[in-house]
């Protein structure tokens, strides 16, 4: 169980669409881990080599995670001050208030939203021919979309740009202005969902230190979570009810349901921040009570969901069936070519690359056209290419199998 610890300095402040902040997803990939296949590991290792984080970029997060996952979970926050149009890819303004059904209306066409995001950044991992480049940079989108789909005012809107218009005082220290021209505050009730409230519960202890409690914490929901739905929108629709019963419900001077309109600053819908601010929301214990258990919750569903969307596109390889199937076909195997059709040159390195490493120094690249049925279908993975390099070994000693 977490104890809560007050901070006696002043309040951590990022910037307003950060979600979580650096500890936040941190702890959200740390916690995915724990439980993504070594299969899976094993091919997320080779993606994020083949394609690291430039160096040159200006990171916000200056401690690192320590790990190259876990580092690339903040990545998207700064490559979108290089690549501003990919900030919408962030959030998906769901309106307070609105009937459950379709989503997708609420994605706008141009520019996209998070769970479109999310399946465009699955889809150029799953394609074969996507640059190592690129596919390290999908991954990395994924890690950190997957987190921000699970901070609930990244799926809701009150015209308020997230609780970014929504000016609070937090354990006495009240909402000042930052910026006139778009009557921005901090404190704001996105700020402290973020990273203030987790840094209130988070104390001293490590992200890898919360990531351990969390995943113990919460060791029961798990295999719920595990075998629940892969669908992103399914999991912005449950974020944006928590966002309703928890961010909202839970303020101490309930929040009027605003019409939906389009906004671009906290000036807009008749200077929807200044409206809020004469409702003196004052924030401390009780509002950080209710409000602490349901961000770690949403942090370690976050990753959990994580580890099994990524286990569900490489999927751990069955030795026992592996060895079934390939002890059935080893007349085929030592009888017959392997497959028609030659791969591409740089998916055939890329299989090379897959291959065990006592295998990959006896199979040439060039052979690399004679493969299992499973690359052939695209399907690269550690466990196809290990089909392959048995296959091969069998046909290479079948006067000794004989």
Not at 45 to 56: H, K, R, V, Y
Not at 116 to 135: S, Y
Not at 386 to 400: I, L, M, T
Request: net charge negative.
């Amino acid at each position: 169980m977490f104890s809560i610890f007050l901070l006696l300095g002043g309040l951590t402040v990022v910037p307003a669409a950060q979600a979580w902040g650096c500890k936040g997803h941190y702890i959200t990939a740390l916690v995915a881990e724990k439980h993504i296949n070594p299969n899976a590991w094993a091919i997320i290792t080779q993606i994020l080599d083949a394609g690291p984080i430039d160096p040159n970029l200006s990171r916000y997060c200056k401690e690192t995670a320590g790990d190259p996952f876990a580092d690339s979970s903040t990545w998207a926050d700064d490559e979108r001050s290089i690549n501003p149009s990919t900030g919408r890819w962030h959030f998906m303004d769901i309106p307070r208030g609105a009937a459950p059904g379709d989503i997708s209306q609420y994605c706008p066409q141009t520019n996209g939203c998070v769970t479109k995001a999310i399946a465009d950044q699955l889809a150029l991992l799953r394609d074969p021919n996507t640059p190592a480049a690129v596919r390290a940079d999908a991954l990395r989108y994924v890690i950190h979309f997957i987190g921000d789909l699970h901070q609930p005012l990244h799926t809701t809107s009150n015209n308020d740009r997230g609780g970014n218009c929504v000016p609070v005082e937090f354990f006495g220290k009240p909402p000042s202005e930052t910026n006139r021209q778009s009557e921005s505050f901090q404190p704001n009730l996105h700020a402290i969902w973020d990273t203030n409230i987790l840094a209130q519960f988070a104390g001293d202890r490590t992200t890898q230190q919360l990531a351990d409690e969390l995943d113990a914490k919460f060791k029961n929901q798990i295999p719920s979570w595990q075998s629940g739905s892969l669908d992103p929108k399914a999991w912005a629709w449950e974020g944006h009810e928590v966002a309703e019963r928890a961010v909202y419900g839970s303020l101490p001077n309930k929040v009027a349901i605003e019409p939906p309109r389009e906004v671009s600053s906290c000036a807009d819908d008749d200077h929807i921040a200044m409206r809020m601010l004469n409702l003196n929301e004052t924030l401390a214990d009780e509002y950080e009570n209710a409000a602490a258990p349901v961000i770690q919750e949403q942090l370690t569903k976050a990753g959990i969901r994580l580890a099994t969307i990524l286990n569900d596109l490489w999927p751990q390889f069955s030795a026992d069936r592996s060895a079934r199937s390939l002890r059935k076909k080893r007349s085929a195997f030592v009888s017959r070519s392997l497959t028609p059709s030659p791969l591409p040159e740089h998916t055939a390195t890329l299989a090379l690359q897959m291959l065990p490493a006592d295998c990959r120094q006896t199979v040439p690249a060039l052979s690399l056209d004679r493969i299992a049925p499973q690359l052939r279908h695209k399907q690269i993975s550690v466990s196809a290419a290990s089909v392959w390099c048995c296959a091969h070994r069998w046909k290479q000693n079948a006067p000794s199998l004989a």
